[in-house]
């Protein structure tokens, strides 16, 4: 990949590093389905969809309690997800993130993703042309394990903390930027309610992709 070379000298930071389900990819569709399978097979609490809808207004501590999860279920279901997710079509982007992402390039800007996906369903997502407009992809992270990808992408990127930004749709990503010293932003059209994200006081919250490319192209 290349990084095209023109730096607007008031841009406050170099490197966005995006998350995948609910930010980039509409996976809350699929997880609808998904979870009343998992639900089945793990013999967990099998939510109606108002239940599974309330789960947004809610952190994911509190939502693996609202289904029963066990803390030592959680990477067999996980890996189950993954399973699952690689047997299925893969996710549409929402509309307006190839414009998000080819912006930001044509301003220099480094992108990375870092997600609990996989690299290949991420790969399978995005597409070739747009693959290769990501710097770098630290995935398959486990629960609570984003810091850990963050740091990774900051080692291999070597820009500073300072001029990186996280973009996620829930409140563990903004706890993993906070938790690595980088900015965070959340967007309103993923996984959890923008009520919820704004009470979390991020950085920035964009409401539109269209939004996010203005504020971080500039």
Do not use: C
Request: cysteine-free; overall charge positive; hydrophobic content about 50%.
């Amino acid at each position: 990949m290349t990084r095209p070379s023109n730096t607007p000298p008031n841009r406050r930071f170099d490197l966005v590093i995006l998350d995948f389900d609910g930010t980039l990819a509409d996976s809350w569709p699929w997880l609808l389905g998904a979870l009343d399978e998992t639900a089945a097979r793990f013999g967990l609490h099998r939510p109606t969809q108002a239940e599974a809808e309330a789960l947004r207004g809610q952190d994911h501590r509190a939502a693996l309690r609202t289904l029963g999860v066990r803390p030592w279920q959680v990477p067999r279901i996980a890996m189950h997800l993954r399973q699952l997710a690689a047997a299925a079509p893969p996710p549409p982007l929402f509309p307006g993130i190839p414009e998000l992402l080819r912006g930001l390039h044509l301003q220099g800007v480094m992108l990375a993703v870092a997600s609990s996906n996989t690299p290949a369903q991420i790969a399978r997502t995005l597409g070739p042309a747009l693959s290769d407009l990501i710097g770098h992809v630290a995935a398959d992270a486990p629960l609570g394990g984003k810091p850990a990808r963050f740091r990774r992408i900051l080692r291999a990127s070597a820009i500073p903390a300072a001029r990186a930004i996280a973009i996620g749709d829930e409140l563990r990503d903004i706890e993993a930027a906070r938790a690595t010293g980088i900015a965070a932003a959340a967007v309103a059209w993923g996984y959890a309610r923008p009520a919820v994200l704004e009470a979390a006081r991020p950085d920035m919250l964009f409401t539109t992709p269209a939004d996010a490319l203005a504020a971080l192209a500039a």
